[in-house]
């Protein structure tokens, strides 16, 4: 089960990334709120209610090319790195009005290990 | 599937007020949001507040062809599959809710994908034994439940957010059957949800 590779995963990643591995944030602890608060709309692999995050971190906000994603996330110019996801998960609507994700993370330790095991995933 | 009159689907009938068939095209749309509250909000904000509907009706469709996945798996025992084609049940009465009220607030409700996409993103082919497939919805139900109770406050309409808190209880009550079929504790400590 996805649940259970998931921890063996992310060590591994853990190894192979640990230079790199955000300072900030807690990337294990991120992953555990992402399983719980993300994983209904969410995966890393696949798009569901929302797009798939695999490299997630460093690209172009609205450009995961087989998600149908609201015009004003694709038409937006933000890159997604550490300020512009805080900014996204504090309040999605006045990050970038019109969107159509609703679904905010209030606590500012919460995102730095969501934005750090975002990060990881991605290889950044 | 319709299992609407079948003695295991006592919630969906509280759902719908005790009315005995789904007439939901009458019933959801004036038990999911009254007329007077819709009347005063803004048409961006209702257009923001179907936007929350229509990635909420996604996840119903998504728990609908997961518990698809699970039954036709062969792998439930009957006990089981009567459970989840029950919870599944519970999911389609939440899609129609969903479908209705958002076709009231003139928005388009979104279509469901094909089950063989849904199997892919669920890796569904990684499912082995009846635990892996309870553990699947478990997980589906546990991140509904959370993202219902997280959706709460972007509603402008208080009656839709009433909704969201509505379908996120039975969402918990699906989790928790299944949390305890598969022999899991209860959350340590209170509050564990939608936080």
Known sequence: MLRKQFPAMLGMMLISNAPFANAGGDPVRGEALYESRCIACHSIDANRGGPAHKGVYGRKAGSVSDY???DALRMSKIVWDEQTLDRWLTNPEQSIPGQRMGYSVPEVADRADLIAYLRLRSGK | MTTSENSMVPSRRSFLGNTAKITLSATAIALLAGKESLAQISSKSMSQDVNILNVALGLEHEAINAYQLGAQSGLLQKAVLDVAVKFQGD?????????????KLGGTPVAEKKLDDYAMALKADMLKSQADVLDLAARLELGATNAYLGVIPSFKDTGLAKVAAR???????HWTILNNALGRPLPAKALSFGA
Not at chain 2, 91 to 103: G, M
Not at chain 2, 167 to 173: F, V, Y
């Open chain 1, 68 to 70: 149908s994603y609201s």
């Open chain 2, 91 to 103: 999911h389609k009465a939440h899609r129609d809710a969903l479908i209705a009220t958002i076709q």
């Open chain 2, 167 to 173: 379908l996120a209880a039975d969402e918990t009550m």
